[in-house]
């Protein structure tokens, strides 16, 4: 049974979207990916739709909607995405910070460079799981 992986942001429209779309696209065979926020935005940012469209042919506004932590299942892993968000009712066997700035309302290259983030991160995240070195 492949384990479950939470990208959690404050309002599940942007980082913690692109992660989970990211996932879907290059980690599906290692583990389930959700995302989720303490707050819900009525869309995922529309920067973050389009150019995740463009690089991974994935469309976030047919595959994905804004989420309440409360509206996932019980994850094995939580990640959160650099906001400080403390997620007390998200019991997880194992948890990390992966500290990226919000790109939200910034260029194009500052997006870009946001997804190649969480591009790096999620290929050793893939690896740890596979490996079972995080729980």
């Not at 819900?40 to 309440?68: C, F, W």
């Not at 946001?114 to 079972?132: A, D, F, G, P, T």
Request: proline content about 4%; charged content about 25%.
């Amino acid at each position: 049974m492949k384990p479950t992986v939470a990208f959690i942001c404050v309002h599940n429209s942007c980082r913690s979207q692109m992660a989970e779309a990211i996932a879907k696209g290059i980690a599906d065979d290692t583990f389930i990916a959700y995302s989720a926020g303490t707050e819900v935005k009525p869309e995922i940012n529309q920067d973050a739709v389009r150019l995740i469209k463009q690089k991974y042919n994935i469309d976030m506004n047919e595959t994905q909607h804004s989420k309440l932590i409360s509206d996932i299942p019980d994850v094995d892993i939580v990640i959160t995405m650099g906001c400080n968000v403390e997620c007390p009712t998200l019991p997880s066997k194992y948890r990390e910070d992966w500290g990226l700035d919000d790109p939200s309302g910034l260029s194009d290259a500052e997006f870009e460079l946001c997804i190649k983030n969480i591009e790096l991160k999620m290929q050793s995240l893939i690896e740890r799981v596979k490996s079972k070195e995080l729980y």
